[in-house]
Nanobody, 119 residues
Framework: QVQLVESGGGAVQTGGSLRLSCVAS???????MAWFRQAPGKEREYVVA????????WYVDAVKGRFTISRDNGKNTMYLQMNNLTPEDTAVYYC?????????????WGQGIQVTVSS
């Protein structure tokens, strides 16, 4: 069964850190992986992506220098280290997988996990 399961969300104060994990089952290698987020009342946003080999990355400007994506193909797991969080980072974060890092290519999704940053 192909599945993505996120963990590690929660509530922190401004300036805090969280690490999200996404465990894949039924597949992992040869897929690009990404994190999207959706804040209340806003459209889903493509935040960060990593190629299947883990050597190339893409970050939206708003998180550059604060968020770090990584993956461990041996553990079928992707991580998102989020530092210096701000209330603008509050959203439901979704793990996604697809054949390329093109935003429209992602066709496998996790259930989402809440991240809340208070001021």
């Amino acid at each position: 069964q192909v599945q993505l399961v996120e963990s590690g969300g929660g509530a922190v104060q401004t300036g805090g850190s969280l690490r999200l994990s996404c465990v894949a089952s039924g597949f992992f290698t040869s897929y690009a992986m990404a994190w999207f987020r959706q804040a209340p009342g806003k459209e889903r946003e493509y935040v960060v992506a990593i190629t299947w080999g883990g050597t190339d990355y893409w970050y939206v400007d708003a998180v550059k220098g604060r968020f770090t994506i990584s993956r461990d193909n041996g553990k079928n797991t992707m991580y998102l280290q989020m530092n210096n969080l701000t209330p603008e980072d509050t959203a439901v974060y979704y793990c996604a997988a697809g054949p390329t890092v093109s935003e429209s290519s992602y066709n496998l999704w996790g259930q989402g996990i809440q991240v809340t940053v208070s001021s």
